[in-house]
């Protein structure tokens, strides 16, 4: 059972440089979500969609871009990293309002 | 707005204590509650959930989460820790109208003692 993967699992980018984490999953899920995690902070919702093709600003969208071109796929891009960027990614997803599934997360420093 | 806030950044308990995380949310309508649990480097998984059916919830490992509107709060508790509950616990809220989508507390590392 594969559920949800995220890849790479760690990466250290350059301050300007652009990335895309990868995320798929494999239990035909509409809604799909990309979190960062920041110590003591939680997590904070970047982007979601709730199916192919749409996709949604959440609370902490800046500096980032996502696109949902498939049921499985739901890339996130990084444009012009910072080092405000560094975080635990992760990528999630569930039916409407059943249980969100998580990834195990991207490890991302920028330096 | 959805909040949640879990009183307590860090609980330590010892083997065989009681185990009480407190989490108390902010929503305008009757909402669903998670109880998520992320050991080191790893993902979250999902430890209970309450989506407005019994007002107690039990998950998994032995814990349990009781609903209390009056309170608007979302306590998780075990009767009697173990070593391999020490993890990071998350509270997280959402509406029906939001799309699934999470609003999630600061978190409460649980440490346990022997």
């Given at each position: 059972n594969a559920g949800v993967t995220q890849t790479p699992k760690f990466r250290i980018l350059k301050i300007g440089q652009s990335m895309t984490l990868q995320c798929t999953q494999d239990m035909n899920h509409n809604y799909m979500y990309w979190y960062r995690q920041d110590p003591g902070m939680g997590l904070k919702l970047i982007y979601y969609s709730v199916g192919a093709g749409i996709t949604d600003k959440g609370e902490v969208p800046n500096g980032y871009n996502v696109s949902r071109s498939t049921t499985e796929d739901f890339p996130l891009r990084l444009e012009l990293a910072a080092p405000s960027q560094t975080s635990v990614y992760f990528c999630a997803s569930s039916y409407v309002q059943d249980t969100i599934y998580f990834g195990e997360g991207s490890w991302l420093t920028v330096v | 707005a959805q909040s949640v806030t879990q009183l307590g950044s860090h609980v330590s308990v010892s083997e065989g204590a009681l185990v009480l995380l407190r989490c108390n949310y902010s929503s305008s309508v009757p909402p669903y509650l998670f109880w998520y649990v992320q050991y080191p480097n790893q993902g979250l998984q999902l430890l209970l959930k309450y989506t407005s059916a019994a007002t107690l919830v039990k998950g998994i490992n032995g814990f349990e989460a009781e609903f209390k509107k009056s309170e608007t709060s979302f306590h998780l508790t075990k009767p009697s820790a173990h070593m391999s509950d020490a993890a990071e616990y998350f509270c997280a809220v959402?509406?029906?109208n939001q799309g699934g989508k999470l609003i999630f507390g600061q978190g409460t590392e649980l440490s346990v003692k022997p």
């Open positions: - | 959402s509406e029906a």
